[in-house]
């Protein structure tokens, strides 16, 4: 398997611009997150979706930001309009249901390094 | 609110010595991940603690989980520079995927 895809793996884009997000998780996977990682906040969960359905976006910092799941194999992460805050490397992660394992092991992409000027 | 608390937040030591990385929480969970980042690279899961009293040993780096004190330990013993990089512990809450709630990271530098 290829792992956790996700696109661009670098973005730079100018403030008030619109950035879309993109992950394709691991086949057979039911969960995916979005994370963002920042020096100052480390890592924080943005939204989690279970069989393409959200299930707990209280992480998502503001309406700029959306996260959609139209199938099991894509997801989208928006930020309309972007500010130089929002400046970050976003990472998607997919987990496969916990099953006899009784765990949820999260598997992460290469992340997207944003860049808001 | 769940908190991780990592500490020591940085750590530089030389290689051949043994050190160990704490990882506090204040939830009931008995399940706690340790990660590793490289720069620029993405999450590598290392071990996966479900129980009270878990311990899991992959090459030089030991991790164990007391539930009871709500704190986890990665050991490192005879550090080589290999093994430089930044640690994350993580929590989830119990009774689902609920994501992972993550402490600060450990950044290690290990010199020759």
């Known amino acids: 398997d290829a792992g956790v895809i996700q696109s661009p793996r670098h973005e730079v884009t100018e403030m008030g611009q619109e950035v879309t997000l993109r992950c394709k998780p691991i086949s057979g996977h039911d969960y995916l997150f979005w994370y963002r990682q920042t020096m100052m906040r480390g890592l924080e969960l943005l939204i989690y979706f279970n069989n393409n359905v959200p299930i707990d976006d209280s992480g998502m910092p503001e309406d700029r930001f959306s996260a959609k799941m139209p199938n099991a194999s894509f997801s989208t992460l928006k930020i309309q309009p972007s500010e130089p805050r929002d400046s970050a490397v976003y990472f998607c992660a997919s987990s496969p249901s916990a099953g006899l394992a009784g765990y949820y092991e999260q598997y992460f992409g290469p992340g997207t390094r944003l860049t808001v000027t | 609110e769940l908190k991780v608390e990592q500490n020591p937040l940085f750590l530089s030591m030389q290689e051949g010595k043994n050190y160990t990385i704490y990882c506090n929480y204040s939830t009931t969970s008995d399940r706690l991940y340790w990660y590793r980042q490289d720069p620029g690279k993405s999450l590598e899961s290392l071990f996966v603690?479900?129980?009270?009293?878990a311990v899991k040993q992959e090459g030089r780096l030991m991790a164990s989980l007391d539930t009871k004190a709500r704190l986890s330990t990665l050991h490192i013993t005879a550090a080589v520079h290999d093994l430089s990089a930044t640690y994350f512990c993580a929590v989830d809450e119990g009774g689902g995927a609920d994501g992972l709630t993550f402490g600060k990271g450990t950044h290690l530098i290990i010199q020759p």
């Open positions: 603690l479900l129980s009270n009293g």
